[in-house]
Structures are given as C-alpha cells and as structure tokens.
C-alpha cells in the first residue's frame, strides 16, 4: 500500500499525484487538437479542472439549471465508470451530446475521470432537445440555437479520439502510480533517516539529562558508556572518563565485588536483576542505590554485557531511618501516655488508639482499627462524636471541650481536645484526639458545689430562724408582755370583764407562740435528721378530724364553716406525726387567710395510681402569681397578717413541703386575688 507524507493510496486524493495547472494546460491542448469538449472530474461527478472548449450548449444553459447541472454531473459520473477494456462512450444523460470518458486509476484505486464530448452528428432529433429544454425549465429558443452552435462529428472520429484519450488516461495513469512509488520509498528512506538522527538525539539528551545513573557495561564489567549524572556521581565532569574503568576504580573491595558478581550472574543467565544495595566508596561514604541491571545484546540478539539503571535513594533511605526512629518515639509516647488518644480517618473510623484508650473500651488496641463509635458508645452519643469529627475535618479547626459519656454503666467526665490529622502534604485526611478522664476532679466539683449550695441553705434556713425570732416572735410576746404589764399596774382598777379580756388576749399571744414555736422545733429536729419516720396505714377520716378539734375555736370566732368530704374506709400510708402537722397547717392558713362568714373545704379521693390525694379549698383572699411563685422559697419573704391580723411566718408552708415529699409526694397551690385558693397533695395508700 503506498504511502505519501504518511497517506496511504486508499486515502490518496488527485491533487496529491498531480500538479492541477500542468494538468489543466495538457487538457486543454488536448480539446484543442481533436475539437472536443473536455474536463476532469472526480469519480462522482463533481469537477477537479475547469471545463475546456464547453460549448454553450452546455456551460450557459444546461449547467445553469439545478436539473440540467445534477443531469450533468449523474452523467459524468456514468461516463467516468472504470473501464478496463476501453473508454466509456454514450449520450450524454443531460442533453444527448456524445460523451465519452476514461478513469484514471492509481495503484487500483479510481482518484479521476477524464471527461470529453459535447459533440453532435446528424442523427438527433430537435423535437427531443427542445422537449428537453422545457424539461429543465430553459428557454427553448436559446437552447436551440445554441444545440447549432455545437460542433459535428462523425461516430467514427469521435471514437478515435476517446481511444485516444483512453491511451493517454492509462499512460498518466502508470507513470503516476510509479512515481508515487518512487517518491514513496525515497520519503520513507528519508524518514529512516531522519527517526534515526532523532533517536539519536533523544537518547543524548535522555543520557545526560535525566537524574538517575545510566551505564553500560562489556563482558568484564568495564564501563562502555555512562551518563553524565553517573559520572557526577563519582566526582567526574565528563562521563568519558569514566570509559574503560569498572566498579572496582570507584567503590570499596566488598561493594565492588558484589556488583561484578551480579553482572556476571546477569550474562551468565540473561535475566535482570532489580535490587537495593547499600556500597561503601573509597571515601568510606555509604550509598543506597536502587537499580536494575540487564543484560545488553548485540543485533543478533548475543549478550556482549550489561546495562543498567540505578538512582541514588540515600536522602530517602536516611530519611526512612528517622522516620521510623519518629515512628517509634510517636508509638512509646502514645503507648505510654496517660492521657486517651487515638487517631481516626475521614470517615471517622478509628485507625489507632492507645493502651490505655482501648482499656477503657474494653478490647485489644488492634481490634479498635477500621471500627467506628457506634461499635462501643450508645447511638446517640456516637452520632455527636461523628458530627464533632466532620465538623473538624471539613472546618479544619481545633475544638477543645468537656463532656460526660457512659459507658460499661458507669457515668465518666473527659477534657477532650480534637484537632485535623494531616498527611506528609498537609491535606486533612482525618481527626486526631487527646482527652484525659477528669471524672476524681468533676466528682470533687461537684461535691464543693453540693457542699456550698448546701451551706447557702443552711445560711438561708439560719437568716430565716432569726428573721422568725427577731421579727415573728416579737409580737406576740411584746402583746403578752403588754398585757401582764396591765395587769400588774391596773388589776385593782379592772373589772371583771376586762380582766377576762386581757387574759384572751394574753392566752391569744401564747397560743400563737406556742405554735411558732413547736413549727421552729419540729423544722429544726427534721432539718437536723432527728425526727423520726415511722409510716403506719392510717385511715384519711378519723385523722383529719382529729386535726380539726384543734381548729375548730379559731374558725368559730371568723364564723368560718369547715366542711368534710371524706370517704369513711379510706386509708393511707404516712407518718402520723408528720401527716397531722401537714393537716394542722394548711387547715390553719386557710382559716387564717378566709374573711369573716367565709368556708373551708377539705376533702380527699384515690387516684388511678392508688395515691390518696388531700385537698383544702377556702374562700379567701388568695394570692398573686409573685406571691404563690415565692411560697415555697425559703430566701423569699411570704409571710403576711390574716384576715383578722393573725400573724404569720411561712414556716408551716415550708415544713408542709418537707413533710410531703418525705412521702414522695408533691404539694400543688392553686390561687387567685380575692377567689380562694386550693393546696393539694398525694401519697401513697395502702402498700
């Protein structure tokens, strides 16, 4: 298959044998000579030349229409067809003319078709042309004058001529196709040459440019040719002195012989060798190498020595060293830490940890590797981590924190510090954390706190004892003291009904402080943990009632109905002692806080959890949201007068608070200004 310029005869085109004006000067001689029109076209129809000595006819009227062009171009096409045996000789398909054609074939493939005709004898019908020229739409009268103008000549002649043509088509033909051949072989010649030159060059410049050692060797290990890296290698600036001398000019006995020994087993054998190698020069330097050593054959495929690559890795090799020295002191230091560390990748799965990490786990430091946190912390606290970690890895930040986590149901505290873990090209390719267990200080925290909030407790409950003597106890002794100071100076001036007055009053003031003071003592005893609780079943009835007697002279004076509505078989479990003191105090605010005529309800129920809830609902004054939010709030100052000025601390309420939730209970206040208020609670009922 022929080649031009790297085309091959089956993608050769006309241009590329043929000089297209020379071309187009012989045919246009060769229309002149025999009086025929003439052109060259491709074999498809469409023209390589200008027409020659077209006549007319053909060039101003039929080719000037779409129908009559395409009709001249399928004719062409048709005329051109190869043709071993001869030229190709018909009417024209656009017109009727006499055409005829040759094809001009290049090394078997068709590139050409020489064209002739536009001719005409005696024998063409003017009705036909002229039905033609309506058929593709030109004016008749035009096309037949212009068919006149159309030079005659005989069948015989014009065959001659188109033989003639067909000699001259295969003769250019030939002579093409041999030179092509001959230009072909002279290119690729060239060619040869010019890659050989290149080659050349390229391994010129690869010898002394690239970094790594080049050399070949003869049957006895002497150098044949080396780079000029190698040559630099052993302290020569030119690798032609290298030429001629061996290893053993270079290197140190052992070294040396080695590397002869490996050559001699490379020829011996004619497989390669591809090693590291540590040699010591006579400067007594060590070296690493890494190469590979072949075996070098002539053209006939002998081995006639070696060739062989190497590059100097004594950088990488003492860098290796000390890398792995680091490697070492970073596993000693994380091994032996007392601190947790670990390392993970970019999907947060662990790919180291230290003894100490993986004992808290419970598992052997390289069962942890290629796990994640959901292996060993409970779902939710292992999806914060992950979070913690990408948010790390994506943000590139440090975070450092404490938290508290559970694990093997023991809850722990840790000071945690995570930063991104790096590659050697300081991309984040995962996160790095350093936490310790604080848990010993967190607990001592905790414990100074506890301790503090409950000396403020103590100091709150001390300020209120003294606010409760200084203040609360004042008024009823100063009106006991004033009522004993009249009755000392007056007594014998008094009547009787006065004296009987004073003496209420007086028994007034002493009820009052005897009941501050049995509240103060009982508060004290329970805060102190001296009071005992003994929880019996008591029955909810006679309890309450029992309570009431007490009660009952107060309310009678505030003409106050108390009423009961309290199931007679209902039964509790409570301490007897701290129930009545609850009871007791809450009948006797409600009594204290309810205007003149007023009612108090106290009623009781079980709930669907067995629990007997105590309800008191009065009529009274009730309170403001401030005043119910601080009820209970020992610091707060709740105290205020009845609705018949009797005095009150807050203390009861308190005591009452206390007392309930010995019980696991829970004391609730509803209330509003003017419309009463409701103090419930439950314990439990029978156990």
């Not at 003492?318 to 830490?337: D, F, G, M, Y």
């Amino acid at each position: 298959m022929m080649q031009k310029n790297n085309v091959t005869i089956t993608d050769i085109q006309f241009s590329d044998l043929f000089d297209i004006d020379n071309i187009q000067r012989i045919q246009d001689l060769f229309a002149d000579a025999t009086g025929v029109g003439s052109i060259i076209t491709y074999p498809e129809g469409t023209p390589i030349t200008r027409p020659s000595n077209f006549c007319r006819l053909c060039n101003d009227i039929i080719r000037k229409t779409d129908i009559g062009r395409t009709n001249c171009f399928k004719s062409d096409a048709e005329i051109g067809k190869p043709n071993p045996s001869g030229p190709n000789i018909q009417p024209c398909l656009s017109g009727g003319l006499w055409d005829a054609g040759a094809s001009i074939i290049v090394g078997g493939k068709h590139i050409a078709n020489w064209l002739i005709g536009q001719v005409k004898n005696d024998g063409m019908d003017p009705k036909l042309m002229r039905q033609y020229a309506n058929d593709i739409g030109s004016d008749p009268e035009d096309f037949m004058n212009a068919l006149q103008e159309v030079p005659v000549m005989s069948r015989e002649k014009f065959e001659k001529v188109a033989q003639m043509l067909f000699a001259f088509a295969n003769e250019i033909s030939s002579k093409a196709y041999h030179n092509s051949q001959l230009q072909q072989s002279i290119l690729e010649r060239k060619m040869s040459e010019l890659m050989l030159i290149q080659e050349q060059s390229m391994m010129r410049n690869l010898m002394d440019n690239l970094p790594d050692h080049i050399y070949f060797k003869d049957l006895e290990s002497r150098f044949l040719r080396t780079n000029r890296s190698h040559a630099l290698s052993f302290g020569l600036d030119d690798p032609k002195k290298v030429i001629g001398k061996s290893d053993f000019d270079f290197f140190a006995e052992t070294a040396a012989r080695q590397a002869f020994e490996d050559e001699q087993k490379v020829i011996k054998t004619g497989q390669p060798i591809q090693k590291e190698e540590k040699l010591r020069r006579k400067d007594y330097s060590d070296a690493w190498f890494s190469a590979i050593k072949m075996p070098l054959h002539d053209n006939t495929g002998k081995i006639i020595g070696t060739f062989g690559i190497s590059r100097d890795i004594t950088k990488s090799k003492l860098a290796e060293e000390e890398l792995v020295k680091s490697e070492i002191l970073n596993r000693t230091l994380i091994k032996h830490l007392p601190q947790r560390i670990f390392i993970k990748d970019h999907d947060s799965k662990y790919i180291l940890c230290n003894d100490i990490y993986s004992r808290d786990l419970g598992i052997d430091p390289k069962e942890i590797v290629g796990k994640d946190d959901f292996a060993f912390f409970p779902r939710e606290l292992a999806e914060k981590y992950r979070s913690d970690d990408q948010n790390i890895i994506s943000g590139g930040i440090q975070k450092e924190f404490e938290e508290k986590y559970s694990i093997s149901n023991q809850e722990r505290w840790t000071h945690v510090n995570k930063v991104p873990y790096r590659d050697a090209n300081d991309q984040i390719v995962g996160v790095l954390g350093i936490f310790e267990d604080i848990t010993d200080r967190k607990l001592a925290e905790e414990e100074i706190k506890l301790k503090n909030e409950l000396l403020q407790t103590i100091n709150a409950e001390k300020d209120k004892f003294f606010s409760i003597l200084a203040h609360d106890l004042k008024g009823p002794l100063s009106a006991f003291l004033g009522a004993t100071q009249i009755l000392s100076e007056e007594i014998q001036n008094m009547s009787l009904e006065d004296i009987k007055e004073i003496t209420i009053s007086m028994r007034e003031s002493a009820t009052n402080i005897y009941g501050l003071l049995e509240n103060l003592l009982e508060w004290s005893r329970f805060k102190r943990g001296l009071m005992d609780f003994s929880p019996e079943i008591i029955n909810v009835k006679q309890i309450i009632v029992q309570c009431l007697e007490v009660l009952k002279e107060s309310a009678r004076k505030k003409e106050i109905n108390i009423s009961l509505s309290l199931p007679d078989d209902l039964e509790l479990y409570a301490d007897s002692h701290m129930l009545e003191t609850i009871i007791r105090n809450l009948v006797s605010n409600a009594v204290k806080f309810t205007s003149f005529g007023g009612k108090v309800i106290v009623s009781s129920i079980k709930k669907s959890d067995r629990s007997i809830e105590i309800k008191i609902i009065d009529s009274g004054i009730g309170m403001s949201p401030e005043l119910k939010y601080n009820l209970f709030l020992l610091n707060a100052k709740t105290s205020r007068k009845g609705t018949d000025g009797e005095p009150s601390t807050g203390l009861g309420l308190l005591l009452c608070k206390e007392f309930i939730e010995k019980h696991n209970g829970e004391i609730r206040v509803e209330s509003e200004v003017g419309k009463g208020s409701i103090f419930s609670f439950a314990i439990p009922g029978r156990i």
